[in-house]
């Protein structure tokens, strides 16, 4: 049975749509929320050759003029250069304002493609289609879109809420599994920050076949989650913050591990790492890294890094968004289900790392 998850945001309401036959009903799926019109549909070249075509056919039966896009698959998609050749192939094509892109892939293309659509003439209309674990679990859900430089992850980026999300467990048949591992480091975070019974659920999975069965409901309780802290807090100036647990140090060892290591991964090392540290200064109890560490290692996600300590890596910190004047805003857990921020300057992580 279909799950609807309705974002209700004050100038933007969404449903996201989480069911097994989706893929069959792309076309009518988008007919309900769009109007006849261009629709570039923005794919990656391991999603593209899957799935593409048939979400062509289904938009072209619908009545829609669709352009299939392709780009290298990768975090290097997210990039100032492939936004410029997206954007000439929509302007070539004569895309108006009137028009849309729908993103057909994981977190890079919902992250890209969303950039592209709240900027391509001020903003055209954008949905999402998840098609890796890490979408269907957080980044199609919320509205933060971003390219990185070299320098540094997501440094260009808008809030840009779709017209719609779709979030078929199909689409995870053909996912490597590392790359839907990676997912799981963003299901573990999320189940920590939500409650004692979503972290039970997480503690209960035990290798990357349970992992596979059980992702159409962890993508259910991770969506509901995220939409609740995004309902309150769309532009993360509050709660909304807390969604970036073990994200400022797996940030900047994703970024210096130069494509070594996905989000997932480093948002895994991140958190435990972080975890580590306030337990030892009793913000978090005893035992919590523990507890956190289990669930990764279950399906064999990293939890250490060398690059944590490099100067490189105190250098980076900088960058995150949550550093205002100096004071980085960090994420930790008092309790599980209880997250709060705590201040340390830009000066004092080296002791306290
Ligand atoms: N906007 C947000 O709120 C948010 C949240 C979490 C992560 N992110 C971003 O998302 C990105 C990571 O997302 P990701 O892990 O999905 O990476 P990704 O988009 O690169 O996908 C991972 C790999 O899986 C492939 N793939 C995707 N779906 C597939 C399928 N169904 N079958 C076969 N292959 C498939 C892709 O081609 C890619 O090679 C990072 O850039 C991260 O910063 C954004
Ligand atoms: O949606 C959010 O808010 C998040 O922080 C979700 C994160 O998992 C995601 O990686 C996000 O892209 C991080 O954003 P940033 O603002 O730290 O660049
Ligand atoms: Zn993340």
Redesign the pocket.
């Given at each position: 049975m279909m799950t609807v998850v309705h974002v209700d945001l004050a100038t933007k309401q969404y449903d996201v749509k989480i069911d097994n036959t989706l893929h069959l009903k792309i076309g009518e799926m988008i007919q309900e929320v769009w109007t006849s019109r261009k629709v570039a549909v923005l794919t990656?070249e391991?999603?593209g050759p899957?799935y593409l075509a048939d979400v062509v056919k289904q938009l072209s039966a619908a009545g829609f003029d669709v352009l299939p896009v392709q780009v290298p698959?990768?975090?290097g998609s997210?990039s100032l250069a492939t936004v410029g050749d997206v954007v000439s192939q929509l302007a070539m094509y004569g895309f108006t304002r009137g028009d849309g892109l729908v993103a057909l892939?994981?977190?890079?293309?919902?992250?890209l493609g969303g950039f592209i659509a709240s900027t391509y003439m001020r903003g055209i209309a954008f949905i999402q289609i998840a098609?890796?674990l890490?979408?269907q679990v957080?980044?199609s859900v919320?509205g933060?879109?971003?390219v990185n430089l070299e320098m540094t992850?997501?440094i260009i980026g808008t809030f840009y809420q779709p017209d719609l999300v779709l979030v078929d467990s199909t689409?995870?048949k053909?996912?490597?599994d590392r790359?839907l591992v990676?997912?799981y480091g963003?299901v573990v975070k999320t189940s920590a920050l939500d409650s004692e019974a979503f972290f039970q659920l997480t503690g209960s999975i035990t290798s990357i076949e349970d992992l596979r069965q059980h992702a159409p409901e962890l993508s259910e309780k991770a969506i509901a989650y995220k939409a609740k802290v995004v309902m309150a807090d769309e532009k993360e100036s509050g709660q909304r913050q807390f969604l970036n647990f073990g994200h400022t140090l797996g940030h900047a060892i994703e970024l210096l591990a130069h494509g070594q290591l996905?989000?997932?991964e480093a948002v895994a090392i991140g958190m435990i790492a972080i975890t580590s540290r306030f337990e030892r200064d009793g913000v978090s109890p005893k035992g919590m890294t523990d507890q956190i560490k289990q669930r990764l290692d279950a399906v064999g996600l990293p939890t250490s890094s060398e690059i944590i300590g490099t100067s490189a890596f105190f250098d980076q910190l900088k960058h995150d968004k949550k550093n205002h004047n100096g004071m980085l805003n960090l994420v930790g857990l008092t309790s599980i289900g209880q997250p709060k921020i705590i201040k340390k300057s830009l000066s004092e992580m080296p002791d306290f790392i």
């Amino acid at each position: 049975m279909m799950t609807v998850v309705h974002v209700d945001l004050a100038t933007k309401q969404y449903d996201v749509k989480i069911d097994n036959t989706l893929h069959l009903k792309i076309g009518e799926m988008i007919q309900e929320v769009w109007t006849s019109r261009k629709v570039a549909v923005l794919t990656d070249e391991n999603v593209g050759p899957l799935y593409l075509a048939d979400v062509v056919k289904q938009l072209s039966a619908a009545g829609f003029d669709v352009l299939p896009v392709q780009v290298p698959a990768g975090e290097g998609s997210k990039s100032l250069a492939t936004v410029g050749d997206v954007v000439s192939q929509l302007a070539m094509y004569g895309f108006t304002r009137g028009d849309g892109l729908v993103a057909l892939g994981g977190g890079v293309i919902g992250d890209l493609g969303g950039f592209i659509a709240s900027t391509y003439m001020r903003g055209i209309a954008f949905i999402q289609i998840a098609t890796s674990l890490t979408a269907q679990v957080d980044s199609s859900v919320g509205g933060k879109t971003a390219v990185n430089l070299e320098m540094t992850k997501n440094i260009i980026g808008t809030f840009y809420q779709p017209d719609l999300v779709l979030v078929d467990s199909t689409y995870l048949k053909t996912l490597t599994d590392r790359d839907l591992v990676e997912g799981y480091g963003e299901v573990v975070k999320t189940s920590a920050l939500d409650s004692e019974a979503f972290f039970q659920l997480t503690g209960s999975i035990t290798s990357i076949e349970d992992l596979r069965q059980h992702a159409p409901e962890l993508s259910e309780k991770a969506i509901a989650y995220k939409a609740k802290v995004v309902m309150a807090d769309e532009k993360e100036s509050g709660q909304r913050q807390f969604l970036n647990f073990g994200h400022t140090l797996g940030h900047a060892i994703e970024l210096l591990a130069h494509g070594q290591l996905r989000h997932g991964e480093a948002v895994a090392i991140g958190m435990i790492a972080i975890t580590s540290r306030f337990e030892r200064d009793g913000v978090s109890p005893k035992g919590m890294t523990d507890q956190i560490k289990q669930r990764l290692d279950a399906v064999g996600l990293p939890t250490s890094s060398e690059i944590i300590g490099t100067s490189a890596f105190f250098d980076q910190l900088k960058h995150d968004k949550k550093n205002h004047n100096g004071m980085l805003n960090l994420v930790g857990l008092t309790s599980i289900g209880q997250p709060k921020i705590i201040k340390k300057s830009l000066s004092e992580m080296p002791d306290f790392i």
